[in-house]
């Protein structure tokens, strides 16, 4: 495994240890709780998260075949469609389907060449980055939004996610 993917496969899996931590610490009171966000509670961050990273999954196949975002794409719409599906899920189901989207994003992380890694595109959130840069950012999202997890739950942060 080339160094990069090697970095990418650590931040992947501190993302992920970090968010489960938290997420283990969610009862039925914490998960209506309310969140940064406004309109999410702690319910529809981590449905948020699970549709996410499926959608990102398919932005890496997008760039990968050189196709640009459909007209009149919506990041908040796609977003809201994600949460609104996943409604009816309780917590532990939302967890598998994280686990299960890992195991794919890894597979598919390591069936990249850097070649591969390095071909660009624009995220569906408007800004210009490579493959690599897309499973950088599913790194930094789920981290993010798992501080935004544990503020909703009353646990300490030391240092949040500083996006560029």
Same mark, same amino acid.
């Given at each position: 495994?080339?160094? +990069?993917?090697?970095?990418?496969?650590? /931040? $992947?899996?501190?993302?992920?240890? &970090? =968010?489960?931590?938290?997420?283990?610490? !969610?009862?039925?009171?914490?998960?209506?709780? #309310?969140? /940064?966000?406004?309109?999410?509670?702690?319910?529809?961050?981590?449905?948020?998260?699970?549709?996410? /990273?499926?959608?990102?999954?398919?932005?890496?196949?997008?760039? $990968?075949?050189?196709?640009? =975002?459909?007209?009149?794409? #919506? $990041?908040? &719409?796609?977003?809201?469609?994600?949460?609104?599906?996943?409604?009816? +899920?309780? !917590?532990? /189901?939302?967890?598998?389907?994280?686990?299960?989207?890992?195991?794919? #994003?890894?597979? =598919? $992380?390591?069936?990249?060449?850097?070649?591969?890694?390095?071909?660009?595109?624009?995220?569906?959130?408007?800004?210009?980055? #490579? @493959?690599?840069? !897309?499973?950088?950012?599913?790194?930094?999202?789920?981290?993010?939004?798992?501080?935004? !997890?544990? =503020?909703?739950?009353?646990?300490?942060?030391?240092?949040? @996610?500083?996006?560029?």
């Amino acid at each position: 495994m080339t160094d +990069r993917k090697q970095r990418i496969h650590t /931040e $992947l899996a501190e993302s992920r240890a &970090y =968010l489960f931590s938290v997420a283990q610490q !969610i009862g039925p009171e914490q998960a209506v709780a #309310s969140t /940064e966000n406004p309109a999410w509670n702690v319910h529809d961050l981590l449905a948020h998260l699970a549709g996410a /990273e499926r959608g990102l999954q398919a932005t890496v196949q997008r760039f $990968l075949a050189g196709e640009a =975002l459909p007209d009149g794409f #919506s $990041l908040d &719409y796609w977003n809201q469609r994600q949460v609104a599906k996943q409604q009816e +899920r309780a !917590i532990p /189901e939302l967890l598998a389907s994280l686990e299960a989207s890992r195991v794919d #994003s890894l597979a =598919l $992380l390591d069936s990249l060449s850097d070649e591969q890694l390095a071909v660009r595109g624009l995220h569906p959130a408007g800004f210009e980055t #490579s @493959v690599g840069g !897309i499973f950088r950012v599913m790194a930094m999202h789920e981290l993010d939004h798992g501080q935004e !997890i544990a =503020l909703a739950l009353g646990l300490p942060v030391e240092k949040r @996610v500083q996006w560029a």
